[in-house]
């Protein structure tokens, strides 16, 4: 089993930053691919960022490319995600996810684990 707890969320002003943290316990961390989703009310969870164990590439959604930036650090079995020039629809639950395999998926069922979530609200 692993844990991950999520942290970092809060209320920010559209244009303003915040930087997730997901802290991984119970497995070798190093070994997964970690991604981020999120979810809106009344939306289906959605694919954010992944960055993969092997080597270390990332990929994100569309929509956060050029403002949100995944980084992992495995000696502190931690991924973050920074984001900055944040919008309204930015509004979510962010939820840290891992999945034992070398390749990035954006479809969340192929994620072993879950945290929390934490949520993220983007003032206009």
């Known amino acids: 089993q692993m844990q991950l707890v999520e942290s970092g969320g809060g209320l920010v002003q559209a244009g303003g930053s915040l930087r997730l943290s997901c802290a991984a316990t119970?497995?070798?961390?190093?070994?997964?691919?970690m991604g981020w989703f999120r979810q809106a009310p009344g939306k289906e969870r959605d694919f954010v960022a992944a960055s993969r164990w092997s080597d270390g590439s990332t990929d994100y959604a569309d929509s956060v490319k050029g403002r949100f930036t995944i980084a992992r650090d495995n000696a502190e079995n931690t991924v973050y995600l920074q984001m900055n020039s944040l919008k309204p629809e930015d509004t979510a639950v962010y939820y840290c996810a891992a999945k034992n395999a070398a390749w990035i998926s954006a479809v969340p069922r192929t994620y072993d684990y879950w945290g929390q979530g934490t949520q993220v609200t983007v003032s206009s």
């Open positions: 119970g497995r070798r961390f190093s070994s997964y691919t």
